[in-house]
């Protein structure tokens, strides 16, 4: 008998002390979290946060507030309007439209809970397109919040399902930001990748704050080169996603043609260009080399004229070759090859104009950033691009090093390696562009 009540104290204390246990954990698993909101040293407010899987979700209409702003809202969007200009968000789309722009969110917007959930990096992202079509100075981040933790208001139910594919985490101290990890290749797998402490944002003397855009080379069912396990679209991707950032911190309006893995036809991208009136126009890829000529490595940067020796030539046929899509390879190799060389007659006929000898400068001045940073500088080199055909301002195409090289491989795999790359393609970009001011 006195061991049966013994057993059951025994009993009693383990149920209660798991009970509290349980409430502990609960109390603390919905507790609310908070990210600061920066327009560069101005902190704007805390903002309301949750996370959904590795991602961070900000509340948008916290964020709408803390801008000073008196949204419209139902139940399928809120939309802020000043001096002729709207941000909108919808209810379960992946796509934010920013004063005309089209941003694309790695998760749905939802509205659930009380507040308009977006993810952390893109909200800031779509409202820094906003403030630079309304001719407000914009350098928007997020940090830890310095305030006790608000009122617990994260929901006790699951958020929505993200889709399949994972874009960049926000950051967790002030200054990082985080990209996408490495995609699945025989590479040893890179850690987390963060961004640098933020640049101090630059004053341009322009008419209006610089817009740069980024390409993000091939992509969809276009791979580029692969070769040691890393596959040129994606290098080039993450470095897109990368230096977009460097260059927002620096004060320009950077803006990607690609966010994600599609593909673009080469006009596309410059056209995104000039409907931007971009300042400067950086298209991103990856050399290769064919077999016996592994051991080519280093930087290089193209601008489109007539083709300065025989590897930059065959290059510009290689890249080329996406005019082509849809045939077999032999008949892609000719139609690229006729078509480079009637870019070549043109090209031949429109040597004094001036947008060459810009893009030269260009050049020349991220060469002089480049060799200043340490990168592996190989050439600056003329070819026949189609990708640089359309554009109607500075245009550089960035060969970022060699996958062939299988040393540069894994280098141009690390996000250490591609943040000093990008660093040194942004400082010349910011370069160039104080001593060109923008007109528009």
């Avoid at 305030?147 to 967790?172: F, I, N, T």
């Avoid at 020796?309 to 032999?330: F, Q, R, T, Y």
Wanted: aromatic share 8%.
């Amino acid at each position: 008998m006195l061991s049966l009540q013994v057993n059951k104290k025994i009993f009693t204390r383990l149920i209660t002390a798991l009970l509290s246990l349980f409430i502990l954990s609960a109390s603390c698993a919905f507790a609310a979290e908070s990210l600061s909101f920066w327009n560069g040293d101005v902190k704007k407010g805390d903002v309301t946060m949750r996370r959904n899987g590795t991602m961070q979700e900000v509340a948008v209409d916290e964020v709408i507030s803390s801008l000073g702003f008196v949204p419209k809202s139902d139940a399928s969007s809120i939309i802020v309007v000043f001096e002729g200009k709207k941000i909108e968000f919808w209810n379960a789309s992946n796509v934010v439209r920013a004063a005309g722009s089209i941003i694309s969110f790695p998760l749905p917007v939802s509205n659930a809970d009380g507040h308009w959930w977006g993810e952390a990096k893109s909200v800031a992202e779509a409202f820094g397109y906003f403030y630079a079509a309304i001719g407000k100075p914009a350098a928007f981040r997020w940090g830890e919040s310095s305030a006790a933790p608000q009122p617990a208001v994260q929901p006790k139910a699951a958020v929505p399902e993200p889709k399949a594919e994972v874009k960049p985490a926000e950051p967790e101290k002030k200054p990082a930001v985080k990209i996408p990890p490495a995609e699945p290749a025989p590479q040893p797998a890179e850690p987390e990748e963060k961004y640098p402490p933020a640049a101090p944002a630059v004053a341009f003397s322009g008419k209006a704050r610089p817009i740069v855009v980024v390409d993000a080379g091939h992509g969809g069912h276009d791979p580029g080169a692969a070769a040691n396990g890393v596959r040129e679209k994606d290098v080039n991707l993450k470095a897109a996603l990368q230096l977009g950032e460097i260059l927002r911190q620096y004060g320009i309006d950077a803006r990607l043609t690609r966010r994600t893995d599609v593909y673009l036809k080469l006009a596309e991208r410059t056209a995104f260009a000039n409907k931007n009136e971009a300042d400067v126009f950086i298209s991103l890829h990856c050399n290769a080399m064919p077999k016996g000529r592994s051991n080519v490595a280093g930087l290089e940067y193209y601008i489109m004229a007539l083709p300065s020796d025989k590897d930059a030539m065959n290059l510009a046929i290689a890249e080329n070759k996406e005019i082509s899509a849809g045939v077999d390879s032999a008949a892609e190799a000719q139609r690229a090859d006729k078509k480079t060389q009637l870019l070549l007659k043109i090209l031949g006929d429109m040597q004094q104009n001036d947008k060459i000898s810009e893009s030269t400068a260009l050049a020349e001045v991220m060469h002089k950033a480049a060799k200043s940073g340490s990168m592996p500088m190989r050439k600056v080199a003329q070819a026949p691009f189609f990708v640089l055909r359309g554009a109607g301002m500075p245009a550089v195409l960035v060969e970022m090093g060699y996958l062939t090289n299988a040393a540069e491989a894994k280098k141009l795999n690390s996000a250490s390696y591609r943040e000093s790359l990008c660093r040194s393609i942004a400082q010349g970009v910011v370069q160039y562009i104080k001593a060109h001011p923008t007109q528009r």
